[in-house]
């Protein structure tokens, strides 16, 4: 079969891709048609890009233009991260926020009577009960605060972790205790899976509910209703080990809790969910709406896919 006649490339959807892969000390690029990472030696290793949900990049990757031009085609998200995976520095997109969920999830963001039944489902969710009524978002803010801080405590129990509370300087990594370097790794970890699937979902990673003022403030909103039942138990479990490699250890825990809790196939349909309890619906196309002279083709992956 001729190059011609080969079907286009089109995106594997989120829900079947394997969760995340981590690169340092390596140069990403496409040789032979292959995404590889060539490391100082010149060995390259084949990356499966197509079916990974995110790429973690640490200090001492580089990256050539055909391999974003690739990772953006087959919708792998690239996240450029610090030491160890532990901070979050910038991310390409894989797809890109759709005007008509953008336009939804403003909306939602912006009303304050939306913007409230949509924290409270996230409460709900994340705990597991309903939340207390009559409460404003910042009273519900101060009930999970004090919650997290609880099962914080009751979590370095169960592991017998010495723990003080959740504290650490990021421009000194290597000066925080365990406990808080193992939960920095785990969390990157989430948000980074989180993050590319709001992106693939076509919404807006900036555009928080309970977070607000970062460019990933809904990748904390969305990635603290799965944190408890996922990162934050292996974190402390690998704190309270024998490891001399505690944020690699995680790391690779994590990656391997995704795989067998399936969390890539729970987390659009969750967004899904915590946006319709603001009870509006997506907005329709102005009657005075001009369309594209060339509309996009339709795609295999998710609906913010590019591909």
């Not at 990472?37 to 990356?47: A, E, L, P, W």
């Not at 797809?95 to 009577?113: E, I, N, P, V």
């Not at 370095?156 to 808080?180: F, K, L, M």
Request: glycine fraction near 10%.
């Amino acid at each position: 079969m001729s190059a011609s006649n080969l079907p286009p490339l089109k995106p594997i959807p989120i829900k079947d891709r394997k969760s995340i892969v981590f690169v340092e000390y390596g140069r990403l690029d496409v040789l032979d048609g292959a995404f590889v990472v060539v490391d100082k030696n010149g060995v390259r290793t084949h990356i499966p890009v197509g079916s990974l949900c995110c790429l973690m990049l640490e200090p001492g990757t580089r990256v050539s233009h055909a391999a974003v031009v690739l990772a953006t085609r087959v919708g792998c998200l690239l996240t450029w991260v610090g030491e160890g995976g532990v901070r979050l520095y910038s991310a390409g997109q894989p797809g890109g926020a759709r005007a008509d969920r953008l336009l939804y999830q403003a909306r939602l963001a912006l009303d304050d009577t939306t913007r409230l039944k949509v924290v409270r489902k996230m409460y709900e969710l994340r705990f597991k009960e309903p939340p207390p009524a009559k409460r404003s978002v910042q009273q519900l803010r101060g009930i999970e605060g004090a919650r997290v801080r609880s099962m914080y405590k009751i979590l370095a129990q169960q592991y017998n972790v010495r723990w003080s509370n959740r504290n650490y300087d990021h421009t000194e990594w290597g000066s925080g205790d365990i406990p808080n370097r193992c939960l920095s790794a785990a969390t990157a970890c989430l948000y980074g899976v989180c993050e590319a699937a709001i992106l693939a979902a076509g919404y807006a990673p900036a555009v928080g509910f309970i977070h607000t003022g970062k460019p990933q403030s809904f990748v904390y909103d969305i990635a603290d209703v799965f944190k408890f039942e996922t990162v934050v138990p292996i974190a402390f479990r690998i704190a309270g080990g024998n490891t001399y490699h505690p944020e690699r250890d995680v790391r690779r825990a994590c990656r391997d809790s995704f795989r067998q809790n399936k969390l890539l196939k729970r987390i659009i349909p969750t967004i899904e969910q915590i946006l319709a309890a603001g009870g509006i619906s997506l907005p329709g196309k102005p009657q005075e709406s001009v369309s594209v002279a060339i509309p996009n083709k339709e795609g295999l992956g998710d609906v913010g896919h590019r591909g």
